[in-house]
């Protein structure tokens, strides 16, 4: 009994931390895009930075070495960290605009394996075509 008064606990304790973690602001930076099919193979790639800023209620991408910039309220979200933006994944919906005024719907997967990051974002209406983003830096924000 006590084990499992125990277990318990410590599921609790890591699912409020897992779930703290995704109401944290971050940044994220990447430096190379991937555009894959929906068998993830790769079309094409770019080098160029990206760097992505993500709050509790909205995202900015910033792409293109900062010639398009895209923002949006995260819809819905799923998070899952066992070791927080290490091991574990994100999962949101948004719909992003862009300066001109363009709207997509997206669904971004920000996921964690033995510490690396990756993040990629599927089109509502083009799930054929997938960006991926190998993440080099991870920030907390205030």
């Not at 949101?92 to 997206?106: A, P, R, V």
Request: charged share 25%.
């Amino acid at each position: 009994m006590k084990s499992t008064i125990i277990a318990l606990f410590l599921l609790v304790a890591g699912s409020t931390m897992s779930f703290a973690q995704c109401d944290k602001k971050v940044n994220l930076t990447a430096s190379k895009t991937e555009h894959l099919n929906s068998s993830g193979a790769v079309l094409g790639s770019e080098d160029e930075q990206t760097v992505i800023d993500i709050s509790k209620s909205d995202i900015t991408v910033v792409a293109d070495n900062g010639n398009q910039t895209m923002k949006g309220p995260i819809k819905t979200t799923s998070c899952n960290w066992t070791t927080p933006y290490k091991e574990g994944k994100m999962v949101f919906t948004t719909t992003l605009s862009n300066d001109n005024g363009d709207q997509k719907d997206f669904t971004i997967t920000i996921e964690g394996k033995d510490g690396k990051l990756t993040l990629l974002a599927v089109n509502k209406d083009e799930p054929d075509k997938i960006i991926r983003l190998t993440l080099d830096k991870f920030e907390e924000k205030n």
